[in-house]
C-alpha cells in the first residue's frame, strides 16, 4: 500500500448494511501495506434501494473487486455473471471480481472454515456435527463440512425452523447429501444430541459484541472435554459459547482464523498475490489485545 492513493492504484471496495462493525478494511490494508502492493480496500455503507447503482458505481470506477457482506450475501446473486460452484450450491456469496466489466461470485467462507477445521481432519472424519444457525455462514459451514469430512449426520437447529428446512432441502436436492437433522431451538431436548456431536459449530450471530452475555446454550452441560467447539464470531474472541465450552474441557476455536482465511482467498482472487497469514495473524492479534475486543 502506497501512502498514498495514485491514479493507477487498484480498488478493492466492500458493500454492506451496516459495516461499522467490520475487520475486513484493516485485515486487507495490512496485508496490501506488508507485501506492499499498489491497491487499497476500501468500505461502502449501502442502502438496500442503492445496491445496483453501487456495483454499477463500483464497475465505472474500474474497481476490481469487492467483498459482499450482510445482508447482500444473497441478495446480489441476480447481479453476478458468473457464480462458482459452490456459491451456486450456497446460495450466498462474500467475494466477487470484475474483469472488463463481468462480475464473478465466490464464496471464500467456505476456505475459511476448512482451513480452521484442517488440523482436526482426522478427529472430525465422519462423525456426526451440530450447526446452530441457518444463514449465509450456516451454509458455507455444512457446504465445508459435508465435502471435506463426510459427516455421518448434522443437526441443524435454528430459532426459525423454517429457514432450516429450506437448507436441509437445498442440500439434498445439490449435494445428495441425505443426513441433515433439523431441531427447533428448544433447549432440554438437546443436551443429549448436542453432546453426541463430535463437533459444534455457532453460526448464529448471537453472543456477538455488543450482546456478549448472549449465547444459543445456557450452560456447560452442553459439552464435553471430548469434543470440539467453533464459534464463527470474532468479536469477542470468548463468546459465552466458548466460555461454557471451556468449562466443560472441549477444544474451542473461535472465528478469527475463518476470518483471516476467508480474507486470505479473496485476496489471492483479487491480486493473484500470496496473502500474508502469519503476519497478518500476527498484527491483528496485537491490534485487538489493544483495544476493548
Ligand atoms: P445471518 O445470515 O444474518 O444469520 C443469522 C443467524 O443467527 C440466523 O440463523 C438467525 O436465526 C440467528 N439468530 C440471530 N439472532 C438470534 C437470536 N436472538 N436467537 C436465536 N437465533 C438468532 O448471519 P450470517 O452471515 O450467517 O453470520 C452469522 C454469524 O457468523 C455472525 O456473528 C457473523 O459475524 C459470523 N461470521 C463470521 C465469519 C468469520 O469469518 N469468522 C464469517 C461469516 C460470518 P433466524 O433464522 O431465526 O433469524
Redesign the pocket.
Same mark, same amino acid.
Given at each position: 500500500m502506497q501512502d498514498f492513493l495514485r491514479l493507477k492504484t487498484n480498488l478493492i471496495g466492500l458493500i454492506g448494511h451496516p459495516i461499522k462493525q467490520t475487520y475486513s478494511p484493516l485485515i486487507h490494508n495490512l496485508a496490501i501495506k506488508i507485501k506492499n502492493l499498489d491497491y487499497y480496500y476500501l468500505p461502502f455503507d449501502v442502502e438496500s434501494i442503492n445496491l445496483k447503482r453501487a456495483i454499477d458505481g463500483l464497475i465505472a470506477l474500474n474497481f476490481i473487486g469487492f467483498n459482499v457482506t %450482510?445482508p447482500y450475501?444473497s441478495k446480489v446473486l441476480p447481479l453476478i455473471n458468473y457464480l462458482s460452484e459452490e456459491a451456486l450450491v450456497i446460495g450466498a456469496i462474500n467475494t466477487v471480481t470484475i474483469n472488463e466489466g463481468n462480475l464473478s461470485g465466490y464464496n471464500t467462507?467456505v476456505f &475459511?472454515v476448512v482451513e480452521t477445521l484442517i488440523n482436526y481432519k482426522s478427529d472430525l472424519i465422519e462423525k456426526e456435527f451440530t450447526v446452530f &444457525?441457518?444463514? &449465509? /455462514?450456516?451454509r458455507a459451514v455444512i457446504y465445508a463440512l459435508i465435502k471435506n469430512f463426510k459427516p455421518t449426520k448434522i443437526y441443524l437447529i435454528?430459532? *426459525?425452523e423454517d429457514?432450516a428446512l429450506v437448507i436441509k432441502e437445498s442440500f439434498r436436492e445439490k449435494l445428495k447429501f441425505n443426513s441433515i437433522e433439523v431441531l427447533n @431451538?428448544v433447549l432440554p431436548d438437546l443436551v443429549e444430541i448436542i453432546q453426541s456431536s463430535k463437533l459444534v459449530v455457532n453460526? *448464529? /450471530? !448471537?453472543g =456477538?459484541y455488543p450482546e456478549v452475555d448472549?449465547s !444459543?446454550i445456557n450452560s456447560e452441560k452442553f459439552f464435553n472435554k471430548d469434543q470440539i467447539i467453533f464459534d @464463527? %464470531?470474532?468479536n469477542p474472541q470468548e463468546t459465552k459459547f466458548l466460555e461454557y465450552a471451556k468449562r466443560s474441557g472441549a477444544t474451542t476455536i473461535n &472465528?478469527l482464523d =475463518? @476470518?483471516i482465511y476467508?480474507a486470505a482467498k479473496s485476496f489471492e482472487l483479487w491480486t493473484s498475490e500470496e496473502f500474508p497469514i502469519s503476519e497478518v495473524k500476527q498484527e491483528l492479534g496485537k491490534i485487538l489485545r489493544d483495544s476493548y475486543y
Open positions: %450482510i450475501k467462507d &475459511g &444457525g441457518a444463514g &449465509g /455462514s450456516a435454528n430459532r *426459525t429457514r @431451538l453460526a *448464529t /450471530s !448471537v =456477538m448472549d !444459543v @464463527l %464470531i470474532y &472465528g =475463518m @476470518l476467508q
